[in-house]
């Protein structure tokens, strides 16, 4: 019998007090020995096995920029807030409760006796301190940018202020990013300094602390003993890094790992048949996409960037290279995020080969031209770019296509040395103003790879961040997922589900929109 675990199925778990608790079941009443299948629990016993997609950057939250990095920060700190998966929005964590003091000050009242991994008491200072190296990082503008770091005051030893330079009503989504975690200052001095917190975070406090890191192959965490939330299950937490989707889910099927990120999508129906592991799909927040830069010629034209796009049969090409996972995107938002908005009729593209040539005819380039494009090794992207490839050549557009490391990747197109490269966009926010440092003018190509330029859009993601009414920043939103499908600084090839696979003798997921899940919640199916 097919199995598969959908989007709201556990999610009770998490009602539970406490960031990643697991509800009523204590780290030491379970029995690791087996289960009702039989089967092993785990591969190792006591431990959780999480087959990694690629190697971390950093676990220092300030310097997290991917998805890797970020997996394993949530496992580690702990956020003023946490993301609320029944509801939408956010709950407590760090902060037992909030209140808005005037329209740019946010009041945080802090739990008492929270203890860091290098065993000091978290207060008010290491919350100023996080917000401080926050608003200094490159990485975690879209963030901290909104937020007046100088102006910000501890009041006492559990209440904080955070001053923003302007009204901002998505501030608080933004804080369930990993970027966004508590971090204490006696912890970043004790572990040698900024950089060295990167390698051995001792200023958190979430559920389970690092241990070992091994450069290209792991990295190893154990239960925080003195979390002030409930404790994991498993005393230990393994991330191995399974660069090859196909490695990844043959270490899965045979046993060697526990749980499985981003599972290849020809391998869905053979694991949903499978008595040894269960199938996690759900629509998530993550859009993969074709990211043109508009300052290099001739992708500056707009009509050349349209041309490019009405030549992708985008419907046969993502069945293929997704093997009928997830869906044709058409924005930047996926449908999860709350502030989606279908397209208007005048920019909803279709497969038009004539449209495309007459576009590039009207552009200048009646015989094409010639563009690089790059991927990283996701063998679903690979075969996109490949098909892409082939397309573009039927308008006269030769592609020079590369396969690369993603960390190699990430630093090129940081540099703006790229024409155009396949990456992928998680909204870990649940807001449309995840838009705003992705395509604002004045962001830099850390942020805005496309170095998109348009002062109508910069106005109104501008007004819609003053808007606390939350039908109209809505329709500000729709007006500005509109004009980037009519001005395709990207071309959203796909809206992912989130495929992931775990053991079938556990259960506990949390189905993260954002691809952050939180594996404290993870125990043994009952007997």
């Given at each position: 019998m097919k199995?598969?675990?959908?989007?709201l199925?556990?999610?009770?778990?998490?009602?539970l007090?406490g960031c990643?608790s697991?509800?009523?079941?204590n780290?030491e009443?379970?029995?690791?020995s087996?289960?009702a299948?039989g089967?092993?629990l785990?591969?190792v016993?006591d431990?959780?096995?999480?087959?990694?997609?690629s190697?971390?950057f950093?676990?220092d939250p300030?310097?997290?920029?991917?998805?890797?990095?970020?997996?394993?920060?949530?496992?580690?700190f702990?956020?003023?807030v946490?993301p609320?998966y029944e509801?939408?929005?956010?709950k407590?964590?760090?902060?037992?409760?909030?209140?808005m003091?005037?329209?740019v000050?946010?009041?945080?009242?802090?739990r008492?006796?929270?203890?860091?991994?290098?065993?000091?008491e978290?207060?008010?200072?290491?919350?100023?301190y996080?917000v401080e190296?926050?608003?200094?990082?490159?990485?975690k503008?879209?963030?901290?940018?909104?937020?007046d770091?100088?102006?910000s005051?501890v009041?006492?030893t559990y209440?904080i202020?955070?001053?923003?330079?302007?009204?901002?009503?998505?501030?608080?989504?933004?804080l369930?990013?990993?970027?966004?975690?508590?971090?204490s200052k006696?912890?970043?001095?004790a572990?040698?300094?900024e950089?060295a917190?990167?390698?051995?975070?001792?200023?958190?406090?979430?559920p389970?602390?690092?241990?070992?890191?091994i450069?290209?192959?792991?990295i190893?965490l154990e239960?925080?003993?003195?979390y002030w939330?409930d404790?994991?299950?498993f005393k230990n937490?393994?991330f191995?890094v399974i660069?090859?989707?196909?490695?990844?889910?043959?270490?899965?099927?045979?046993?060697?790992i526990?749980f499985a990120f981003?599972?290849l999508p020809a391998?869905v129906e053979?694991?949903?048949?499978?008595?040894?592991?269960d199938?996690?799909?759900?629509?998530?927040?993550?859009?993969t996409y074709?990211?043109?830069n508009?300052?290099?010629?001739p992708?500056?034209?707009?009509?050349?960037?349209q041309?490019?796009?009405y030549?992708?049969?985008?419907?046969s090409?993502?069945n293929?290279?997704?093997a009928?996972?997830?869906?044709?995107g058409d924005?930047?938002?996926t449908p999860?995020?709350a502030?989606?908005?279908?397209?208007g009729?005048d920019?909803?593209y279709?497969y038009?080969?004539e449209?495309?040539?007459e576009?590039l005819?009207e552009?200048?380039y009646p015989?094409g031209?010639t563009?690089s494009?790059?991927?990283?090794e996701?063998?679903?992207?690979?075969?996109?770019?490949?098909m892409?490839?082939?397309a573009?050549?039927?308008?006269?557009?030769t592609v020079?296509?590369?396969?690369m490391?993603?960390a190699?990747?990430?630093e090129?197109?940081?540099?703006?040395?790229h024409d155009c490269?396949i990456p992928?966009?998680?909204?870990?926010?649940?807001?449309?103003d995840t838009?705003?440092d992705?395509?604002?003018?004045?962001?830099?190509y850390t942020?805005n790879?496309?170095a998109y330029?348009n002062?109508?859009f910069d106005?109104?993601?501008d007004?819609?961040?003053?808007?606390f009414?939350?039908a109209?920043?809505?329709?500000i939103?729709?007006e500005v997922q509109?004009?980037l499908r009519?001005?395709l600084?990207?071309?959203?090839l796909?809206?992912n589900?989130?495929?992931?696979?775990?053991?079938?003798?556990l259960?506990?997921?949390?189905?993260d929109p954002g691809a952050m899940?939180?594996f404290a919640?993870?125990?043994?199916?009952?007997?």
């Amino acid at each position: 019998m097919k199995k598969r675990i959908m989007a709201l199925c556990l999610t009770m778990l998490l009602a539970l007090s406490g960031c990643g608790s697991n509800g009523s079941q204590n780290a030491e009443t379970g029995d690791s020995s087996g289960s009702a299948s039989g089967m092993a629990l785990t591969a190792v016993e006591d431990t959780l096995t999480i087959g990694a997609t690629s190697e971390v950057f950093s676990l220092d939250p300030p310097s997290e920029n991917d998805s890797s990095s970020g997996q394993v920060i949530v496992q580690i700190f702990d956020g003023l807030v946490q993301p609320d998966y029944e509801n939408g929005g956010v709950k407590p964590c760090l902060a037992e409760s909030w209140e808005m003091i005037d329209d740019v000050t946010y009041r945080f009242h802090l739990r008492e006796g929270v203890m860091t991994h290098n065993g000091d008491e978290l207060t008010a200072e290491d919350v100023l301190y996080t917000v401080e190296r926050g608003v200094a990082s490159s990485y975690k503008q879209y963030v901290w940018g909104c937020v007046d770091a100088e102006n910000s005051q501890v009041v006492d030893t559990y209440t904080i202020d955070i001053k923003l330079l302007y009204p901002n009503a998505s501030f608080l989504q933004y804080l369930v990013d990993p970027g966004a975690s508590i971090v204490s200052k006696a912890g970043v001095e004790a572990a040698g300094g900024e950089e060295a917190h990167g390698r051995n975070p001792l200023g958190a406090t979430g559920p389970y602390k690092f241990k070992e890191w091994i450069a290209g192959d792991r990295i190893v965490l154990e239960r925080n003993e003195n979390y002030w939330g409930d404790a994991p299950y498993f005393k230990n937490l393994v991330f191995r890094v399974i660069s090859d989707g196909t490695s990844r889910s043959l270490s899965l099927e045979t046993g060697e790992i526990d749980f499985a990120f981003d599972i290849l999508p020809a391998q869905v129906e053979q694991f949903e048949a499978s008595d040894a592991v269960d199938v996690i799909r759900y629509d998530g927040m993550t859009t993969t996409y074709l990211c043109f830069n508009t300052a290099h010629e001739p992708l500056n034209d707009v009509r050349v960037r349209q041309a490019l796009r009405y030549a992708l049969d985008l419907e046969s090409m993502v069945n293929v290279a997704f093997a009928g996972t997830g869906s044709v995107g058409d924005g930047p938002l996926t449908p999860t995020n709350a502030d989606y908005s279908a397209p208007g009729e005048d920019v909803a593209y279709t497969y038009n080969l004539e449209k495309a040539k007459e576009l590039l005819a009207e552009a200048g380039y009646p015989d094409g031209f010639t563009i690089s494009l790059w991927t990283n090794e996701n063998q679903a992207r690979i075969d996109l770019a490949e098909m892409i490839q082939n397309a573009w050549g039927q308008i006269g557009v030769t592609v020079e296509y590369t396969i690369m490391e993603f960390a190699s990747m990430l630093e090129l197109e940081s540099a703006g040395e790229h024409d155009c490269f396949i990456p992928w966009f998680v909204s870990v926010a649940n807001s449309g103003d995840t838009m705003y440092d992705k395509f604002y003018s004045t962001s830099g190509y850390t942020s805005n790879t496309a170095a998109y330029q348009n002062p109508k859009f910069d106005e109104l993601m501008d007004a819609a961040r003053g808007e606390f009414d939350d039908a109209t920043r809505k329709e500000i939103y729709a007006e500005v997922q509109d004009l980037l499908r009519e001005e395709l600084p990207w071309i959203y090839l796909q809206f992912n589900e989130n495929l992931y696979g775990i053991r079938s003798t556990l259960t506990g997921f949390n189905n993260d929109p954002g691809a952050m899940p939180r594996f404290a919640t993870i125990v043994p199916k009952a007997s």
